[in-house]
Nanobody, 117 residues
Framework: QVQLQESGPGLVKPSQTLSLTCTVP??????????WSWIRHPPGKGLEWMGG???????LYGPSLKSRTSISRDTSKNQFTLQLSSVTPEDTAVYYC?????????WGQGTQVTVSS
């Protein structure tokens, strides 16, 4: 089982950029055929896949947030990151990183991010 841990600020001001990092101890994010995702869960709504990055560094984005989302990785730190620009209170959610042998095999515990001035 792969462990994942999200980290980042819990409060972001409107119009700023939300930045989160996912650390993956015990597994290499470059392991062949491993895939890594960002998912969010806004209050009162369903889960939303924001995008992900493959073991080879290919990046895919979900359609609804594609214009504001950037996903990257730092292989030296075995981390992958999420940036969401121009946030509004509608971006308030629990943000999860997930991944492993497919996009959703293992999940982090999630981190609450609130967008508020």
């Amino acid at each position: 089982q792969v462990q994942l841990q999200e980290s980042g600020p819990g409060l972001v001001k409107p119009s700023q950029t939300l930045s989160l990092t996912c650390t993956v101890p015990g597994a290499s994010i470059t392991m062949t055929n491993y895939y890594w995702s960002w998912i969010r869960h806004p209050p009162g709504k369903g889960l939303e896949w924001m995008g992900g990055i493959t073991y080879s560094g290919s990046i895919l984005y979900g359609p609804s947030l594609k214009s504001r989302t950037s996903i990257s990785r730092d292989t030296s730190k075995n981390q992958f990151t999420l940036q969401l620009s121009s946030v509004t209170p509608e971006d308030t959610a629990v943000y999860y990183c997930a991944g492993g042998s497919d996009w959703f095999t293992n999940w982090g515990q999630g981190t609450q991010v609130t967008v508020s001035s």
